[in-house]
């Protein structure tokens, strides 16, 4: 098992930034692809962004460019650098992974863009 634990959301104004974090309670983010979806209320989970084991990086096109996915092994941390931050850009923000043939999921932080 692997609990996948997020941080760093809350109130921005548009064109402000965050960082997203997502601390994994083993020795992962290295080894396996580890992803970033959000949910905004009334709609489906989204990918964001992705990192893989070799670290190569995927993003949703309506983030490419104003949005970088990292990782820290020695953390055992993937971070989500939101720049530009958009009102379209509230929702909530998941850590994901696929450990071992199971899907973990992190409890969620909120991320809400307003004036």
């Known amino acids: 098992q692997v609990q996948l634990v997020e941080s760093g959301g809350g109130l921005v104004q548009p064109g402000g930034s965050l960082r997203l974090s997502c601390t994994a309670s083993r020795s992962i983010v290295s080894l396996y692809s580890m992803d970033w979806y959000r949910q905004a209320p009334g709609k489906q989970r989204d990918l964001v962004a992705r990192?893989?084991?070799?670290?190569?990086?995927n993003y949703a096109d309506s983030v490419k460019g104003r949005f970088t996915i990292s990782r820290d092994n020695a953390k055992n941390t993937v971070y989500l650098q939101m720049d530009s931050l958009k009102p379209e850009d509230t929702a909530v923000y998941y850590c994901n992974t696929l450990f071992l043939y199971q899907n973990y999921w992190g409890q969620g932080t909120q991320v809400t863009v307003s004036s």
């Open positions: 990192i893989t084991s070799g670290g190569s990086t």
